[in-house]
Every structure is written in structure tokens, then in C-alpha cells.
């Protein structure tokens, strides 16, 4: 190929979207032993998204055997 030369992407099918979302969950075991006190604490945090899947690859790898 000419290093001048443009390739354009192939398109294969449609674009899609895909919805998902991403938690995390945080745990906080805290202590004060000046005063005799303890506990835990807990958040969790939950965000969706969408993403655009423009191009898909596939990697075939043979079962162990």
C-alpha cells in the first residue's frame, strides 16, 4: 500500500448500542478506642452508561483437552 493511501473501515452490520452499568461497594470498618466506639460503614455507588459498539473481533481458542 502507497504510505499516502487511505483505507476506509469496513462496515459490517449496524452500529449498535448496549446499556450497562458499573457498582462499586465500599466498606469502612473504623475504631476510636480513646472513646470506645466502632463501626462500619458502607456505600455503594451504581452508574449506568451506554456504549456505541462500532466493530466486534473474535478470538477462537480450542478447548483443553
Known amino acids: 500500500m502507497h ?14 448500542r ?4 458499573a457498582t462499586s461497594t ?9 472513646l470506645g466506639d466502632s463501626g462500619t460503614l458502607t456505600e455503594t455507588r451504581r452508574t449506568p452508561f ?3 459498539v462500532v ?3 473474535v478470538l ?5 483437552q
Request: proline share 13%; charged share 30%.
Open 26 to 34: 465500599w466498606t469502612v470498618e473504623w475504631e476510636a478506642p480513646a
Open 3 to 16: 504510505p499516502t493511501a487511505r483505507r476506509r473501515p469496513t462496515r459490517v452490520g449496524p452500529v449498535q
Open 60 to 64: 477462537n481458542v480450542p478447548d483443553e
Open 50 to 52: 451506554t456504549v456505541r
Open 18 to 21: 448496549y446499556k450497562g452499568s
Open 55 to 57: 466493530e466486534v473481533q
